[in-house]
Structure formats: C-alpha cells, structure tokens
C-alpha cells in the first residue's frame, strides 16, 4: 500500500490523488497530504526510529516519500542543546535551541522541506526544479539539485544579502534576481509553474516541501527524552514551520510515540514584516498583507501562503505572537552569540529577541521547557552586524605592543 493515500483541502475536505498539486480546484483551499495512518501507526516505534540514520530520515515512516530519500540523505538531526546562560538571562531554567543554523547542508532549516520536495520531484518524475525564495530556499534547491542531477531555476528578490547570492551561485544554478520583493517574485513563480512545467517546491509542491518542516518537531520531543515541550517559539515567513512542527508532535502523539502536546507555539516576526503576528495580537481573523521593510529578509514575506494556518495553529495551542524592531533584531543576534556561542542570522535575532519579550510578558513558568527555533546561520547575513560588534585591537607582534594593549579600556570593552 502507498504511504500517501492522497491531497485533501483544508477548507472543504475534498481529496484528490497524491500528485504535485497545491490548490482545491472546488474553492482554491490548500491541500495537505494525507498519510496512510493505518500502515504507518503499527509500524512506528521508539525503537526503530533509534536504530535510524543521524539525519530527518529516520523518521522516514512519518515523511510523505513512498521510496528511499534519493536526496538530501543526511540533512537533520541537528543539535537541541540546552541553553543555560540564555536562561539565565531570560529566567528559564530549561531553555533549549534547536540548532538548524547548522543542518546540512546549507545551514538552514530549509534543508529539510528540499530534501522531501526534491526527493518527491523524483518520485514524480521531474528533472528541473525551481523555487521562489527569500535567500535560505534558494541556497538550499540550489545544492540539492547539484546533488540530484536537477536543473534548477531559482527566484529571488534583488536586494538579498550577499551571502544567500553566492550561497547559491556556487552550485552552479540559473538564478534569476526580480526586481521586487519577495512577494512579486513569487506571484511571478506561479504564473512560470504553469507555463514551464517544473517542480516549483514551494509552490506545486508545497504540501510534500511543508511536511519536511515536521522532523523539526520530531527532532525535538526525541531529543527531549521522548517529550513534548511546553513551548517552542518558530521565526514565521509563509507561516509554514510553525504549522508544521506542530503537526509532527500531535502525530507523534497519535502513534504512541510521546503522550501528549500540551506544547504552546509562538510566532515570531519583524515589525517590518509582521502579518502574521500582528493578526495573532489584535485577534483578528483576516490578515492584511504587508510591504516588508526589514533587514530580517528572510522571513520577510508579505502576504504569507500559509498565514491562516499559523494564526489558527498558535491560538489551538494556546500560544502567542510578538515582534520585534530591526534594532532588537541585532540585539538578539549579541545576545545568542554572547550567552550560546551560536552565530544565527536575521531571523534568529527575531526569535531571540521575541522570546525575550515574551518572557518578560510572563508567559513561561520558570521550569517550564521553552524551546527557539534557530533557523539560519549568521555567516549569511554578515551585512546584518557589521560595524556593530566593537572593534578588534590591532597590536605589533611584540610583548610591549600587547602589554599595552591589556591596559587599556578599549580592549576592556571590546572583550566585554
Ligand atoms: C524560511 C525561513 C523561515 C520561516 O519559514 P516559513 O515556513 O515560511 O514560515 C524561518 N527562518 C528562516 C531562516 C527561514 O529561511
Ligand atoms: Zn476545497
């Protein structure tokens, strides 16, 4: 029997065959794959999914592919590290950060939606793939179809930073820079999806791209012990992570595998780009899209894809939403930096930053288990901090040099 039975709409529950479709042809609703619970439920244990890879792929039962993964073998499985500086700061006293800054491969989360689109592309029988991105999906299609022997035609906005650019060239990809945001790009994207016939990942393929997002969930109730966190709180661009990681816990739950979610999620934005949280906060049930004016481009997303879904996946758990100003943005970036050792890009900033605020709000209890959701890596985004770090000290190669150097407030400072 196949794994997946078929795509049914969110909105009117009609389904239709598994396929690289993405809209309900009745009322233009999103499909979601529909799994076939009855094989899979006996099939999955503990045990087994120990016994897996060190990558996503060990919860291969639970993911939307009927063969092997043919791409992406070893994204995931990143690190959950505890974080107790971080919380001490916050006055959490298990804090954690699901570490994707350092997936692989290309040090995004977005690792994991392209190595089940991709490896879903085969199985459908593409050889070109292609995608609308905000830089970390661009990276990311870009190396896996190197790795898979795709062609691949990457859109993105023309003012990223110049890390995603190089970040995707270097795999030898056709990359076409739009003049306009993420959002024309995209409307751009779906016009070409018809016209050329590729595997657009976030767009025709977007239900099978979206389930890659649940092994971040998985990852980390495993790597809690087998236990759901009491909140985790997600970065939103199309609003399809927080969605996600909140499927795959409930699905862990109706396997036996965890025994229970009383896990409340969180969306973190930028004020710049905040249509998601600000709909969460003023609790309202419409969404108005946004022109994005921030420097956390990666999830500037104007008119999210899946923002109904975030929105209605937040206040089912009982969750928030919060924003966060560009100057809190790098804030947060310090603080991680400073309290973890961890380097995250833009995005995390937001997260970090959010977290912080929603602390202050005294939504966590201190021993409560508090998960954030790192998503990228600082190296892409240098453009972000620099000249906002202090300054190194330039010394002569000579004891004298550095003596003097140590005695002076300005190496004080800048070690601070
Ligand atoms: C794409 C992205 C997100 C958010 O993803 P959605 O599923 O579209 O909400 C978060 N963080 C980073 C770094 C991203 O690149
Ligand atoms: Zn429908």
């Not at 603080?335 to 966590?364: M, P």
């Amino acid at each position: 029997m196949a794994k997946v039975l078929g795509m049914r709409c969110r909105e009117c529950g009609e389904e239709v065959p598994p396929g690289p479709v993405h809209v309900c042809e009745l009322c233009f609703g999103p499909l979601e794959v529909v799994l076939n619970w009855e094989e899979i439920g006996p099939k999955v244990t503990r045990e087994k999914i120990q016994a897996g890879p060190p990558s996503m792929w060990r919860y291969w039962d639970l993911l939307p592919v009927e063969g092997q993964p043919t791409v992406g073998k070893n994204v995931g499985w990143t690190p959950l590290v505890k974080a107790k500086n971080l919380g001490k700061v916050l006055g959490l006293n298990n804090l954690y950060i699901k570490n994707d800054a350092v997936n692989h491969p290309t040090l995004s989360f977005k690792d994991r939606v392209v190595a089940c689109a991709l490896t879903k592309a085969r199985e459908f029988g593409y050889d070109t793939v292609a995608c609308a991105s905000t830089g970390n999906l661009a990276n990311s299609v870009a190396a896996h179809a190197a790795e898979g022997g795709f062609k691949s035609y990457i859109f993105i906005p023309n003012d990223l930073e110049q890390g995603k650019v190089l970040g995707t060239l270097i795999y030898g990809a056709n990359v076409l820079s739009v003049t306009g945001n993420y959002d024309e790009v995209n409307r751009l994207c779906a016009e070409a999806g018809g016209k050329y016939g590729w595997a657009f990942v976030n767009i025709n393929l977007r239900p099978f791209y979206g389930d890659g997002s649940k092994s971040f969930g998985y990852e980390i109730a495993e790597q809690l012990g087998w236990k759901a966190p009491d909140h985790v709180i997600v970065p939103c661009a199309g609003g399809s992570l927080v969605s996600k990681i909140y499927k795959g816990l409930n699905e862990m739950h109706k396997v036996g595998l965890i025994d229970g979610v009383p896990t409340k999620m969180y969306a973190a934005q930028a004020k710049g780009c905040s249509p998601i949280t600000t709909a969460i906060k003023t609790e309202s049930e419409v969404f108005r899209p946004q022109k994005p004016n921030t420097i956390a481009k990666s999830i500037a997303i104007g008119n999210p894809a899946d923002g109904y879904m975030a929105m209605d996946t937040v206040r089912r758990s009982g969750g928030w939403a919060d924003d966060v100003t560009d100057e809190e943005v790098i804030d947060g970036i310090r603080l991680l930096g400073r309290t973890e050792g961890i380097f995250c890009e833009t995005a995390g900033g937001v997260t970090v930053s959010v977290a912080k605020k929603l602390a202050e709000q005294g939504r966590f209890g201190a021993d409560d288990t508090v998960v954030i959701a790192i998503t990228g890596n600082g190296l892409k985004t240098q453009e972000a901090v620099v000249g906002r770090l202090g300054q190194t000290v330039g010394i002569q190669p000579n004891l004298a040099s550095l003596d003097a150097a140590l005695s002076t407030e300005a190496l004080l400072a800048s070690t601070r």
